[in-house]
């Protein structure tokens, strides 16, 4: 039986690759920093196990990695620079790991400044099998870094300009993760993510509108002024410059790209904007 270990065990993306393997034939490692309350939110399985992992505390790494086969490996958003991903990415090689599926973003094969991109090649340098999973902007940051401002300013507060963006729905990346961890013929590749169709966030407020029945505008703010409120918001430095590179890699209309890679590895279209509105209206409607 396979053991895969996944970080970020918590997190949009990795809660929902947990709750897909527990389907599966093979064993689930938690990585979490808390295993008690990770227990909690994730529930109790004989499938799961929790156990305490750090990327900034090397004596987490070994008990963490032991007898491990695969890892999905997701950057934590607080660490932005190769320095503190690589002590763990060592000893994921010396403990034998066989692949690393890891989170990355589109164009990190072009962009080497994002830190996905110096992820990937930090990877290809230890020569550990690798699967590379490049999403684009996941649409589930409309009900987590976003959410207040839908639900309680009616808006969408991003500097996008008109750029259009090939957004994906976390759950689409769940499975896609899921089918690269389980078949070996996707080590050494690497596979683009998007969704099936790119939306200015103006064509995104308009289906809110229309879902939620309640008006949602896109403010479209300046670059510093989005900048100088998420600060005010208390949200990390690293977290919003990174936020604020994204958004104007979609002004630039370099976020618009859409690859037919999601549906060929799902065998079926890739979710819509709209269709993760419904399902999620909830988080915008509730008080």
């Known amino acids: 039986m396979l053991n895969i270990l996944v970080t970020g065990a918590t997190g949009n993306v990795g809660k929902e690759v ?5 389907d599966q034939d093979c064993h689930i490692y938690a990585a979490v ?5 990770a227990k909690q939110r994730l529930g109790d399985s004989s499938k799961i196990s929790y156990v305490e992992f750090d990327f900034t505390n090397p004596s987490t790494f070994i008990n963490a990695f032991r007898q491990i086969n695969k890892l999905f490996l997701v950057r934590p958003p607080a660490l932005a620079n190769i320095r503190e991903i690589a002590p763990a990415l060592e000893a994921a090689k010396q403990a034998g790991i066989e692949q690393i599926v890891f989170l990355s973003v589109v164009g990190a094969e072009r962009n080497r400044i994002v830190p996905h991109s110096k992820i ?8 550990i099998g690798a699967t590379f999973l490049r999403a684009g902007f996941f649409m589930q940051n409309l009900n987590t870094v976003h959410l207040e401002d839908i639900k309680t300013r009616g808006e969408l507060f991003m500097p996008a300009g008109n750029g259009k963006t090939s957004f994906i729905d976390i759950r689409d990346i769940a499975a896609v993760a899921i089918r690269t961890l389980l078949e070996n013929e996707h080590i050494n590749k690497a596979y683009t993510l998007t969704g099936s169709e790119a939306l200015t966030f103006y064509q995104v407020a ?4 229309e879902v939620l029945n309640k008006p949602i505008k896109y403010t479209n703010p300046s670059l510093i002024n989005f900048i100088l409120t998420m600060r005010a918001r208390k949200l990390p430095i690293n977290f919003i410059l990174i936020m604020a590179a994204i958004y104007t890699t979609t002004r630039l209309g370099l976020a618009s790209q859409i690859t037919p890679e999601t549906e060929q590895l799902l065998n079926r279209p890739p979710l819509t904007m709209r269709d993760y509105v419904q399902h999620y209206q909830q988080c915008w409607l509730n008080s």
Request: aromatic content about 10%.
């Open 120 to 127: 990937e090649r930090y990877i290809n340098q230890l020569e």
């Open 33 to 37: 920093r808390n295993p008690e309350q």
């Open 18 to 22: 947990v709750r897909l393997l527990t």
């Open 206 to 209: 308009d289906i809110f509108t």
